[in-house]
């Protein structure tokens, strides 16, 4: 082929890693975003006053048992292995405030109901508090009151699950619970994965050395344009889906997030994330960034509330919100993508999913092999709308 340029609309992990596989090519590849930042909402820095470093969008803990995609990560910076222990604070059946384990676990079931149960023990109490009568669940609610039954549920599922995506949970499909484990153990661990990590110098320097080659441009500070597209074989889309086509059918729903940032010294809460369950409490969660670095010590602190909202036309959208009410707007788009010609729509705001930073590296690389050959071969005739 005669043009071997490739326009890039994000500079996150999707937008990355498609780069570097083309730029490795020998393709001419030229990546734009808005910010003035790489990385996206992965984006950490350090901050200056303590040298704590910083989740400015939100923590981001790397997990995966694809060891594809770990190996591929270990090439742009080190990493340090990090659990994510979370801890969750709510009311026990006799209404006591406590502190507890995220997700449930044996040391939860005990704690909560003022049980010694043996995991035996647990897992039969809890099937007899779960309503067997639901057989396939169809909403978050359905899922949660058939895997633990209504006291869990209301304690540390309803309200946090209704201040995070700003509904009902009757109204969020089932899939959202499913990455939540029940364990009849002692495990406190909050992934489950081979491979769980924190970049020991930030994401952004990880994103940073994936954008590191000499057929690399990258352009920050710099919104999209159509007219950009001329100049280029094929260009992949990571920003919000609904954006690419000027909201012709209206905004899509998204999530946004504000934080609250509190300076302090000493140790404000003794771990990196404590969840607040209760409905009353306008707040998800807090952050204490310095946690997520246990190999180094700080004098001071830095905290974030984090209090989740429906994202604004001058909000950053942080995940989707695939609503029943909201699949017509999203088909429209769906079938609109699927009529353009070399554009890729990739990455969680992309493809309207909520995805994990390894799903997402994963599908960049498979999509850029894809898309790669299609260009090589001259098979590039229809859009490629992947993965919705």
Known sequence: MK?????????????AVIARYFAELDYKVT?????????GNCYSCRDEETGIMLHIYG????????????????????????????KAVSNDISGKKQVF????????????????FSPQEAQEFITNQADNSI??????????MKLVGKDIYRAFFYGYTKKQWGVEPRELPASILKRLPMRFNYNDNYFSHKFQAIPEDGYEVIVKNILAHKNIEVKLNTPFAREMQDKFSHTFWSAPLDLYFNYEFGRLNYRSLN?????????????????????????????????????REFDKTIIYREYSKLCGKDDIPYYP???????????CYIEKARQLKNVTFVGRLGTYRYLDMDITIKEALNTAQEVEKNLRTGKCQNAFYVNI
């Open 321 to 331: 919100i695939r609503l029943t009410s909201s699949q017509k707007t999203l088909d």
């Open 3 to 15: 043009n071997k340029k490739i326009l890039i609309v994000g500079a996150g992990f999707s937008g």
């Open 59 to 86: 923590p981001h803990i790397f997990h995966t048992d694809y060891e594809e995609v770990w190996n591929y990560l270990q090439k742009f910076g080190n990493w340090k292995p990090f659990i994510n222990r979370v």
């Open 259 to 295: 934080f609250e940032i509190i300076r302090d010294s000493g140790d404000f809460q003794g771990n990196a994330v404590i969840n607040y369950c209760q409905e009353d409490i306008p707040f998800t969660r807090i952050c204490e960034h310095k946690h997520f670095e246990y190999w």
């Open 135 to 144: 057989k396939e669940p169809k909403s978050f609610e359905e899922q949660a």
């Open 31 to 39: 990546v734009i975003d808005s910010r003035g930042t790489v990385a």
């Open 101 to 116: 384990s995220m997700p449930i676990n044996l040391h939860t079931i005990n704690q909560f109901f003022g049980k010694t």
